[in-house]
């Protein structure tokens, strides 16, 4: 059976369950969530996000490694009343006065002897005597068999007891509200940026037979294999391991670009007339560029920094190359601002924006123009 709830990006996901915790806290609704998606599309970094956000604590169960008496908890013969009794399991919530979120990841995926006891925790809030306090959240995981995973057909009195929310893998989203405020690397930010179909290529993979997809997961190991394996031929070989080969090509290929022509340090170190050269002349190289100086942010290096970002709608008139003269730049200047503005005001450096003469020029010009 096909998932036919709304389908949204993991930002959004989370926006909706932090809606619903602010509900349950409140009294309105006490409700079980469901997250259905594909592998790697980031269900997990949504709940753990959600328990920072929210000082929660968070426990983790992954279903398809537990048995059924491990969340019944086993029993035990009490000879003073002459009844059975039960232990309870240590991972279920039970404290009363702090937040909790219970992650019941990989349900679909969970053995059919497992789903009863879970139709308590999702419905009843409870397991045998063991009831979940209030300021528990819950929260389920899992994929879908389309998704060529390991699953089982979701049924009806399983589906009947939950709130469910389709999360889907989106560039933008991700971009903006995960892999730059996490400081994945800036070629891989830069490259799903200009490539926003290769950030999730799950289904073109299942319908090809390929073994290897791209998924926001991938993504982020390539980010990680990128800062921690320097000898280029062993790093190709890993992300082509982690992507695939064709797609770690076309990536190779922007990587080896960015790192010869995006130098973030030295241009902030330069006067305005070496700065001006260094600017990369390629859509990749800008917008890593861009990505890395939201990156470096910080209030030791502020004011350079919204130079350098001011400075690529000027670049056209400062540099002969024709590359120039073809990019949006005043676009991707404006992109920048809004994810540096971002950063700024997260860390408390707002005020550096409105006493900076090069953005108070950028400001100026895009009032004049209406926008």
Same mark, same amino acid.
């Given at each position: 059976?096909?998932?036919?709830?709304?389908?949204?990006?993991?930002?959004?996901?989370?926006?909706?369950?932090?809606?619903?915790?602010?509900?349950?806290?409140?009294?309105?609704?006490?409700?079980?969530?469901?997250?259905?998606?594909?592998?790697?599309?980031?269900?997990?970094?949504?709940?753990?996000?959600?328990?920072?956000?929210?000082?929660?604590?968070?426990?983790?169960?992954?279903?398809?490694?537990?048995?059924?008496?491990?969340?019944?908890?086993?029993?035990?013969?009490?000879?003073?009343?002459?009844?059975?009794?039960?232990?309870?399991?240590?991972?279920?919530?039970?404290?009363?006065?702090?937040?909790?979120?219970?992650?019941?990841?990989?349900?679909?995926?969970?053995?059919?002897?497992?789903?009863?006891?879970?139709?308590?925790?999702?419905?009843?809030?409870?397991?045998?005597?063991?009831?979940?306090?209030?300021?528990?959240?819950?929260?389920?995981?899992?994929?879908?068999?389309?998704?060529?995973?390991?699953?089982?057909?979701?049924?009806? &009195? #399983?589906?009947?007891?939950? +709130?469910?929310?389709? /999360? =889907?893998?989106?560039?933008?989203?991700?971009? !903006?509200?995960? $892999?730059?405020?996490?400081?994945?690397?800036?070629?891989?930010?830069?490259?799903?940026?200009?490539?926003?179909?290769?950030?999730?290529?799950?289904?073109?993979?299942?319908?090809?037979?390929?073994?290897?997809?791209?998924?926001?997961?991938?993504?982020?190991?390539?980010?990680?294999?990128?800062?921690?394996?320097?000898?280029?031929?062993?790093?190709?070989?890993?992300?082509?391991?982690?992507?695939?080969?064709?797609?770690?090509?076309?990536? &190779? #290929?922007?990587?080896?670009? +960015?790192?010869?022509? /995006? =130098?973030?340090?030295?241009?902030?170190?330069? !006067?305005?007339? $070496?700065?001006?050269?260094?600017?990369?002349?390629?859509?990749?190289?800008?917008?890593?560029?861009?990505?890395?100086?939201?990156?470096?942010?910080?209030?030791?290096?502020?004011?350079?920094?919204?130079?350098?970002?001011?400075?690529?709608?000027?670049?056209?008139?400062?540099?002969?190359?024709?590359?120039?003269?073809?990019?949006?730049?005043?676009?991707?200047?404006?992109?920048?601002?809004?994810?540096?503005?971002?950063?700024?005001?997260?860390?408390?450096?707002?005020?550096?924006?409105?006493?900076?003469?090069?953005?108070?020029?950028?400001?100026?010009?895009?009032?004049? $123009?209406?926008?």
């Amino acid at each position: 059976m096909s998932v036919n709830a709304m389908t949204v990006p993991a930002g959004e996901a989370l926006e909706v369950l932090r809606a619903g915790w602010e509900a349950q806290k409140a009294g309105h609704i006490t409700a079980s969530y469901m997250l259905h998606g594909r592998p790697g599309v980031g269900k997990t970094q949504v709940v753990e996000q959600l328990a920072r956000e929210i000082g929660a604590r968070l426990f983790d169960l992954r279903l398809t490694t537990i048995e059924p008496q491990d969340l019944r908890g086993l029993p035990y013969y009490d000879h003073e009343t002459r009844k059975t009794r039960w232990y309870r399991p240590e991972d279920l919530p039970d404290d009363p006065d702090e937040p909790s979120i219970l992650f019941l990841d990989e349900l679909t995926a969970a053995s059919p002897m497992l789903q009863p006891t879970v139709y308590g925790l999702l419905q009843e809030r409870r397991v045998g005597r063991h009831v979940l306090p209030r300021t528990v959240f819950i929260v389920a995981a899992g994929n879908t068999v389309e998704d060529g995973a390991i699953a089982y057909q979701m049924n009806t &009195a #399983l589906s009947d007891r939950l +709130i469910h929310l389709h /999360v =889907q893998a989106a560039a933008a989203d991700w971009l !903006d509200n995960y $892999a730059v405020p996490k400081g994945l690397d800036a070629s891989v930010v830069a490259f799903i940026k200009t490539r926003p179909d290769l950030l999730d290529t799950t289904e073109r993979a299942v319908a090809e037979g390929h073994l290897i997809a791209t998924t926001p997961r991938s993504w982020e190991r390539v980010s990680r294999i990128m800062g921690a394996v320097a000898e280029r031929r062993g790093r190709n070989v890993l992300i082509a391991g982690t992507v695939g080969e064709a797609v770690a090509a076309e990536f &190779a #290929l922007i990587a080896d670009d +960015i790192a010869a022509t /995006v =130098q973030v340090q030295e241009m902030l170190e330069a !006067d305005r007339k $070496a700065r001006i050269a260094l600017y990369p002349a390629s859509m990749h190289g800008l917008n890593a560029l861009i990505y890395g100086l939201i990156g470096v942010l910080d209030a030791r290096n502020v004011e350079e920094v919204i130079d350098c970002m001011a400075e690529i709608r000027n670049l056209a008139r400062h540099r002969p190359e024709e590359a120039f003269a073809r990019m949006p730049l005043g676009e991707l200047c404006t992109y920048g601002f809004e994810g540096l503005i971002r950063k700024g005001l997260e860390i408390g450096l707002g005020e550096h924006f409105l006493g900076n003469e090069a953005y108070r020029a950028y400001a100026a010009e895009r009032k004049a $123009a209406g926008l």
